[in-house]
């Protein structure tokens, strides 16, 4: 195999050069003739019973198109996709902050609003249920009529937990809390919704998933899904805040009603107060060692805020408990997993499914039985980590597990783990410096038993330029900068000469959800397999022609190549003979993502079986007299398996730690009896340019035996789940106080330091 | 709100449009002006996607009113491309992954060019210091460190500081 052209440089997004111009076009961006502007109202309360509802004073503004309330929509009432009991629109009660109950189409913003405040709706305030312990009490007020507050509760057990326990050496035992957290995409919500002659419906979505807001949309308006179009526009940022529907199935039902486009645009406050949240959780956690460290069991009860419908909350909790062993051996493990309805903001999908929350707790607790054992924390964690061939609680057997431990010795090398005590520990008074290090593993892909596939088209034109149609959503991550890279390598093509459109569900097979990790690996295989079948058409072709056998043949920076020289025909030639001999030079493929034959049938339901291994260690300096805790450096060893596009995987990572700083140390939704306090991106208070530290990345390239294509895996989650628990460690290396609740902000600093 | 006639030169062309004194500079650019290049994060001066030059100075385009901008000569991120040739920032941003998303770039790329037209060399700090009000949520700041540094370099080498449009 020669060395590669294009796979593994570093090369501009496509697309890049209409972002640097503001050519661009995002959801808020796009202009349609005759476009009207919808707008949402939302309960002012969040429990109360809608009394009366009366739109018809809002009707008769000029200006305004449509007014729609529940009894308007055609179809099913319902945002989501596993479990659907989020309505679109209030219909007797609202539960929440973000629970709207009517939507309206206006001329312009103004009359949009004027519009809203001549709705009439009459309420009878309710109490609300904010507190998951209270709400889970039998007979507890029910936040949804008829339902039981208790949203899921299933415990998963391996080995025997009582017994390991009663034979350790060392327990640790606490209990943890974590926080609401925001996804913070810089571009908001929105959708763009237009009726065509025919009644085909085209909405221009900021989504994950487009075939699955194609799904949902169609299932609102109660038309087939062959009537719906979802294309997918410049995304700004995604996060998991977009993988569920928000406000694109109102746009096309607004649109749906007033007959004229309708563009649906969240304001930063209204977004913040509306989309899912990272689970605030509640974790009691006790883990058993042995004196010479080795661990025995971990039992673990997590407790989640889950708002009052369920979103992903069901995901969110299987990942968590998947997770909950981190990348170590545990020979006993339980774990009970409880989802509380409130009345309190949705929380869903956000980056790390419930393994950030996860890797807090076991990160956390290593540290603290590293302390009571005197040892090194370098030290419990090679000792106990996992390795090829090492079966997890959940029954999966890790394929590729040389990841573990090298990022954790790489991590260390490049701190000089072992010299830290050469640094200044209190640099002055009031002073402390410390280090502490975690390491995490999470899946890629969705899990064993989830539809996990991906379809891709490619067309090459008789001038050697190809497309590439895919559905696959690129929020900014990478994911056609990587499809184009692998089809070009495979073709032999310049990168200038393919390209690749934004997802479109007219135009390209469903890709599911840009989610889990996991479309390099799934759509970067599908791409593979479909470019395959077109490259060995062109070395046919070649072959026939040049009357050499197919094997000696290659295709390289536009040229064939006979046992490694080049030959005259280029691969334009090539295309231009396929099209006038009769050869199809297009192909769809579908990949599924594989598992292996021969693996057991794994326990733990859903499981994952790429791994994505990383360790950061952070350096901190924490002042004792305000509390504050300043990151002052971090290095962030990941295993991308291979690399494919190093500006994607780099970003990610750095994108990654900088959002873990801010779960870590300051970001916080202050939700006091479910209305949240601080929905603005002044007072939610996120990382910024100057509060970044110098942060060293180091890329491990373990291509995994399966999984994705040239053994790249995703490495999207990854990054942000270690840096909460590194820096918790760090902050207790250098004033000798553990923490339990996320984010140490400088009052909870200040409270471990005075107690 | 009666309407008023504001003047703008936006990257050298004159506009004048009509606007109510209460509608802010960011929304007279993407809907009068037509240039949606640039955006809209948060519609209260705290993430950036929205700065432009006003008269040289970096603003926040959503904290600025109409009636304030009048006379005044503005840069969006479409005016730092010359004749279809980009700003070397711009070649550095996309070349070293400045971005993900790119909803933050066009203001981070009027906030690093401002930079540069005062500062020809500047270090990793006098960059972040620029970037301060200009939030990135994909990929945090040292590919943009990395390329206004690629791109000051390139200028300098060029010894071609009148090049740069607007200046």
Known sequence: MHESSVVGQWVSAPGAEDIVTGKARYCPDIQLPGMLTGKLLYSPHVRARIKN???????????????????????????????????????????????????????????????????????????????????????????????????????????????????????????????????????????????????????????????????????????????????????????????????????????????????????????????????????????????????????????ADAGPYSNAT??????????????????????????????????????????PQAAFVYESQMDDLARKLGMDPLEIRLLNGVETGTQLFTGVVVREGRAMKASLRKAAEMIAWEKRDQCERSPAGHLRRGWGMATILKGAGLGRG?????????????????????????????????????????????????????????????????????????????????????????????????????????????????????????????????????????????????????????????????????????????????????????VAVHDAGKIINPGGVYGQIEGGVAQGIGYALSEELVVVEGHTLNASLENYVIPMALDFPELDIHVLEMPELAGGPLGAKGVAEGPIIPTAPAIRNAILDAIGKPLYQLPMNAERVLAALNP | MSEMDIHLTVNGNPHKVQAEPAKTLLCVLREDVGLTGTKDGCSSGDCGACVVLLDGRVVNSCMVLAPQADGARITTVEGLAVNGQLHPLQRAFAETWAFQCGFCTQGMLISCYALLLSNENPSREEILIAIAGNFCRCTAYQNVVKAVQQAAAEIRERGNREGIPHA
Not at chain 1, 323 to 345: D, H, M, Q, S
Not at chain 1, 469 to 474: G, L, R, T, Y
Request: aromatic share 6%; glycine share 8%.
């Open chain 1, 53 to 303: 509802l009366d739109v018809s004073k809002a009707k008769d503004i000029p200006g305004v198109y449509a007014v729609i309330t529940h009894a308007d929509i055609p179809g099913e009432n319902s945002y989501l996709y596993a479990y659907p009991d989020q309505p679109l629109l209030a219909v007797d009660e609202v539960r929440f902050q973000g629970d709207a109950v009517a939507a309206v189409a206006a001329v312009d913003e103004k009359t949009a609003d004027a519009a809203l405040e001549a709705i009439a709706v009459d309420y009878e305030v309710l109490s609300g249920i904010f507190d998951p312990l209270e709400a889970m009490k039998p007979g507890a007020d029910q936040v949804v009529a008829g339902q039981s507050n208790v949203m899921m509760q299933m415990t998963y057990t391996s080995g025997d937990v009582e017994a390991a326990l009663a034979s350790a050496d060392v327990i640790v035992e606490n209990t943890y809390r974590t926080q609401w957290a925001e996804h913070a995409f810089l571009e908001t919500e929105g959708g763009v919704a237009r009726v065509d002659d025919e009644g085909v419906v085209t909405v221009w979505s900021s989504c994950q998933a487009p075939h699955r807001d194609r799904m949902q949309i169609a299932r609102s308006l109660g038309l087939a899904e062959s009537m719906v179009r979802v294309i997918t526009p410049y995304i700004g940022g995604a996060f998991g805040g977009k993988d569920e529907a928000h406000v694109q199935i109102h746009a096309a039902l607004l649109a749906y009603a007033a007959r004229r486009p309708v563009r649906l645009i969240r304001g930063r406050r209204e977004s913040m107060l509306t989309h899912v949240k990272r689970h605030p959780m509640i974790v009691h956690c006790t883990t058993a060692a042995s004196k010479d460290g080795r661990l025995l069991a971990v039992r673990a009860r997590v407790i």
């Open chain 1, 314 to 355: 069901h995901e969110v909790l299987n990942k968590f408990g998947e997770f909950i062993g981190g990348p170590y051996k545990v020979p006993n493990l339980e774990v009970e997993k409880i989802a509380v309805r409130t009345n309190n903001p949705i929380t869903g999908a956000f980056r790390g499914f419930g393994a």
């Open chain 1, 450 to 634: 989830l539809a996990d596939h991906a379809g891709v088209l490619l067309e090459m034109h008789r001038d050697g330029s190809l497309v590439i149609n895919s559905a696959a959503a690129d929020m900014g991550q990478g994911i056609i900068t990587l499809m184009a890279q692998l089809a070009a390598e495979r073709l032999g093509l310049d990168l200038s000469c393919v390209r690749i459109d934004r997802a479109d569900t007219a135009k390209a097979p469903d890709a599911g959800a840009s989610c889990a990790s996991r479309q390099a690996m799934v759509s970067g295989n599908a791409v593979l397999i479909a470019a395959d079948e077109i490259r060995d058409t062109l070395l046919s072709l070649a072959a026939r022609k040049i009357k050499v056998s197919k094997d000696r043949l290659d295709l390289r920076n536009g040229r064939l190549l006979v046992d490694g020289e080049i030959h005259d025909l280029t691969v334009q030639n090539l295309a231009e003979r396929a099209s006038v001999w009769g050869y199809p030079l297009h192909a769809q493929s579908r990949y599924h993502l594989e598992y292996p034959d021969d693996a057991p049938e794994v326990a733990y339901r859903f499981s994952s079986e790429f791994f994505q291994f990383c360790t950061q260690i952070a350096q901190v300096l924490v002042d004792c007299e305000t509390g504050q805790v300043k990151v002052e450096k971090l």
